[in-house]
């Protein structure tokens, strides 16, 4: 990708002199050394880099790629922060129910009435067929087989007669 492949460090010429300044001694002393040692390494030296992420957030490289990958990857982004919101939230409200805080918080609030409830489904607001119990099949004495039930839906449901007339 454009902008990953530029190159952030520096390289040194020669690593025999680069390897004297660093350490304070001669280049002759080096030499008598195992030149082939030093010399089969290339000394590079690394500057602060950015992860990958950084340059991936970075607007100028956003600009330059595909629509759909920059949607995508910016929703993953706020998705991303928003879960940790969310989580935080959740945490400071749990703790705020195990201090019996959260009780004091809501008081005076109006209370949903479990009465509500449909006893039928259970706000499910599905129920399964009474004609075919929710096999989807009814038998056809007349033809002798059996048929599709014409009154319940592919999961052998029906909508609940209670609260969803």
């Known amino acids: 990708m454009e902008?990953?492949?530029?190159?952030?460090?520096?390289?040194?010429?020669s690593p025999v002199d680069d390897f004297a300044t660093n350490f304070k001694c001669n280049a002759h002393e080096i030499q008598e050394l195992d030149i082939e040692f030093v010399k089969s390494y290339e000394i590079v030296e690394d500057s602060d880099t950015k992860p990958l992420w950084k340059h991936l957030s970075e607007e100028s490289l956003l600009v330059k790629m595909d629509p759909n990958v920059v949607l995508s990857y910016r929703k993953t982004l706020s998705s991303e922060r928003f879960e940790h919101q969310e989580w935080k939230q959740l945490e400071e409200i749990k703790q705020l129910h195990e201090t019996g805080e959260l009780v004091k918080l809501l008081e005076g609030f109006p209370v949903m009435n479990d009465g509500f409830t449909c006893e039928s489904c259970g706000e499910a607001r599905f129920v399964p067929c009474p004609g075919c119990n929710g096999s989807q099949k009814l038998f056809e004495e007349e033809e002798g087989k059996s048929i599709r039930c014409p009154h319940c839906n592919e999961n052998g449901l029906v909508r609940c007669p209670n609260c969803c007339p």
């Open 3 to 13: 902008g990953l492949d530029d190159l952030d460090f520096r390289m040194v010429q």
